[in-house]
């Protein structure tokens, strides 16, 4: 069993930045890939980013590439999403998830968390 909470949203105006914090528990958790999806108002939810366990392989979507930092820190079973130069079209509810390899954690995670809001004023 896993959970995964999320932490770090916020208000912003374009061009700030946001570092969102995703701490894990449960030991199977604790060795999954794990990665980020948003979701906007009237839109499917979509990835945005995701990390193997070893920190080795990292995948982005487009649109963010170049602007955020997908991370983690094992030890703390925690994983983060640096958001830089961010725009209003980054406005949604970011979600954090977990997989048991990178290719999972983009198409069918096993593990969800809630949510956090991320809004950006122009």
């Known amino acids: 069993q896993g959970r995964l909470v999320e932490s770090g949203g916020g208000l912003v105006q374009a061009g700030g930045s946001l570092r969102l914090s995703c701490a894990a528990s449960g030991r199977t958790v604790s060795t999954y890939a794990m990665g980020w999806f948003r979701q906007a108002p009237g839109k499917e939810r979509e990835f945005v980013a995701a990390?193997?366990?070893?920190?080795?392989?990292?995948n982005y979507e487009d649109s963010v590439k170049g602007r955020f930092t997908i991370s983690r820190d094992n030890a703390k079973n925690t994983v983060y999403l640096q958001m830089n130069s961010l725009e209003p079209d980054d406005t949604a509810i970011y979600y954090c998830?977990?997989?048991?390899?990178?290719?999972?954690?983009?198409?069918?995670?096993?593990?969800w968390g809630q949510g956090t809001q991320v809004t950006v004023s122009s």
């Open positions: 990390i193997s366990w070893s920190s080795g392989i990292t």
């Open positions: 998830a977990a997989a048991p390899n990178i290719l999972r954690v983009r198409t069918t995670p096993n593990y």
